[in-house]
């Protein structure tokens, strides 16, 4: 079992960053895919980012990518999502998410693959 907890989500204006943070606890050890989504009202929730901790494979969803980038966990098992040129449409509440994936393995960006979440962390996008 992980037990995931997000931060850093803030409000901010077009074309500016911010980084969103994701600690992990419990079975750090194993090998897992995590993954980012984010859910704006009245929508689905959709995958963003994800990466196998193992591998260091990482995978973006179109409308992202040359934006954000997800970075492997570091010494204090928080994984980072950094987030540039930010946009209106980025607005929603960001997830993280894992589960357990051998070290090969690819990670898929539904949310049905994904065991354990976070409680999220909100984002908003606005002028």
């Known amino acids: 079992q992980v037990q ?4 850093g989500g803030n409000s901010v204006q077009p074309g500016g960053s911010l980084r969103l943070f994701c600690k992990a606890s419990g079975d750090t050890d194993s090998n897992y895919c995590m993954a980012w989504f984010r859910q704006a009202p009245g929508k689905e929730r959709e995958g963003v980012a994800a990466i ?4 260091g494979r990482t995978y973006y ?3 992202v990518k040359d934006r954000f980038t997800i970075s492997p966990l ?5 994984l980072y999502l950094q987030m540039n040129n930010l946009k209106p449409e980025d607005t929603g509440m960001y997830y993280c998410a894992a589960d357990r994936r051998p ?11 994904y065991k354990h979440w976070g409680q999220g962390t909100q984002v908003t996008v606005s002028s």
């Open 103 to 113: 070290f090969s393995g690819a990670c898929p960006m539904r949310m049905t693959e």
């Open 4 to 7: 995931l907890v997000e931060s």
């Open 74 to 78: 570091n010494v204090e098992n928080t």
């Open 52 to 55: 196998n901790t193992g591998s």
């Open 61 to 63: 969803a179109d409308s």
